[in-house]
T-cell receptor, first 113, second 115 residues
Framework: GNSVTQMEGPVTLSEEAFLTINCTYT??????LFWYVQYPGEGLQLLLK?????DKGSNKGFEATYRKETTSFHLEKGSVQVSDSAVYFC????????????FGKGTRLHILP | GAVVSQHPSRVICKSGTSVKIECRSL??????MFWYRQFPKQSLMLMAT?????????EQGVEKDKFLINHASLTLSTLTVTSAHPEDSSFYIC???????????FGQGTRLTVV
């Protein structure tokens, strides 16, 4: 079945450091891929998405590229801020509107000032 | 993007009582809604999938008589936790999908505390 594997946290970085959170997936078809972010005490927000191979999703300085050959969708940011401290979830969907979202376990990110 | 409103954001109830959580899509027709539960410092666990006008499909291990889901219209789904117990205390999040976009949109979540 479909699944998502992402690096375990917590990840602790200093402000302005480079961030990579790894995410790989297994899927039978051609899924859409997402990164969701959950700030402390809040629900989930869509951070970025990519719907086909080689697409790059980007938002708020974060980027992720849909790599079909390596079945990966790693999240990157060149210079993190304290306000980026949150839990990040990699997710996939087969893309049909009724299809459920399958999440990774989440990676907690702490940014130190 | 599309907006999903979940209410209440926090609720405290006594053990043995029932609690209803509402999930509304404000600007699109949500043909499918999902309910998730999140334990502290853990990932999201899908509880059930509901399609408008149909019975919900529950994931394995989720008690359908305890977590009643109703999706009576294209803009509203409700989750009722019946005879709540302290172990039901958790963060519940709904999401809705519909239209042509592949992603789901999430409500703000409900923090349920059963005392």
């Amino acid at each position: 079945g479909n699944s998502v594997t992402q690096m375990e946290g917590p990840v602790t970085l200093s402000e302005e450091a480079f961030l990579t959170i790894n995410c790989t997936y297994t899927a039978t078809g051609y899924p859409s891929l997402f990164w969701y972010v959950q700030y402390p005490g809040e629900g989930l927000q869509l951070l970025l998405k990519a719907t086909k191979a080689d697409d790059k999703g980007s938002n708020k300085g974060f980027e992720a590229t849909y790599r079909k050959e390596t079945t990966s969708f790693h999240l990157e940011k060149g210079s993190v801020q304290v306000s980026d401290s949150a839990v990040y979830f990699c997710a996939l969907s087969e893309g049909s509107r009724d299809d459920k979202i399958i999440f990774g376990k989440g990676t907690r990110l702490h940014i130190l000032p | 993007g599309a907006v999903v409103s979940q209410h209440p954001s926090r609720v405290i109830c006594k053990s043995g009582t029932s609690v209803k959580i509402e999930c509304r899509s404000l600007d699109f027709q949500a043909t499918t809604m999902f309910w998730y539960r999140q334990f502290p410092k853990q990932s999201l666990m899908l509880m059930a999938t509901s399609n408008e006008g149909s019975k919900a499909t529950y994931e394995q291990g989720v008690e359908k008589d305890k977590f009643l889901i109703n999706h009576a219209s294209l803009t509203l789904s409700t989750l009722t936790v019946t005879s709540a117990h302290p172990e039901d205390s958790s963060f519940y999040i709904c999401s809705a999908s519909g239209g042509t976009l592949p992603e789901a949109f999430f409500g703000q979540g409900t923090r349920l505390t059963v005392v």
